[in-house]
């Protein structure tokens, strides 16, 4: 028993990280549209970037999110093959929990990394960094369980989740509105409750 969960631990881990690229993509495209952001909001209001930028990045970095789940649950033929011969030991909740743990790791923290850069070569207020990376690693963990009900759904469905995902993307919206609102009232110095 522990033999199997051993050994899909570190297949959860190898799969997670099968494609080099994969884990900078979400990051890259994060930090690419923060800096654009950057640049027209300085542009058009210099004045407006200290008290919008954190929501504006907060924004991206969920948008970045979502586009890094979709990755990090795309089933692929080595996948499926690994699968066969690892799981069979372990039991259906642990590799949920396993899958949702990988997957924190997998976005939280180059996403964090990500946010100290940009903090200091942006130019943004530190008042709201440590909000930020709350409400970020929070979001993760809800957009993550939404993924994997998402994914494990459509295991069962024999891989139809294009409607799955179409039903399951509004649900998204609240916690982009809830981050941002968090850190906006972080920024202006209120005492907000959430």
Partial sequence: MFDAQLRLCSLEWRLAYRQGWQWCYGPGVYALLSIVAHWVVQGV??????????????????????????????????????????VRGAP?????????????????????????????????????????????????????????????LSSALGGQSNLLIMITLPLYVPVIFWGGGAIWHTQLGLSAQY
Wanted: with cysteine; aromatic share 14%; hydrophobic share 60%.
């Fill in 45 to 86: 209001a210099p004045s407006l970037w200290p008290q919008v930028g954190w929501v504006i990045v907060w924004i991206l970095a969920c948008l970045s999110v979502i586009l890094s789940v979709q990755t990090f649950f795309a089933p692929d033929e080595e996948y499926a093959m690994s699968l066969l011969w690892c």
């Fill in 92 to 152: 259906r909740t642990f590799r949920l929990w396993l899958k949702y743990t990988i997957g924190c790791c997998y976005l939280i923290l180059p996403l964090s990394f990500m946010s100290y850069l940009l903090s200091g070569l942006l130019a943004m207020p530190m008042l709201s960094s440590m909000t930020f990376l709350s409400a970020l690693a929070l979001a993760v963990s809800l957009i993550l369980g939404l993924g994997l009900s998402v994914a494990n």
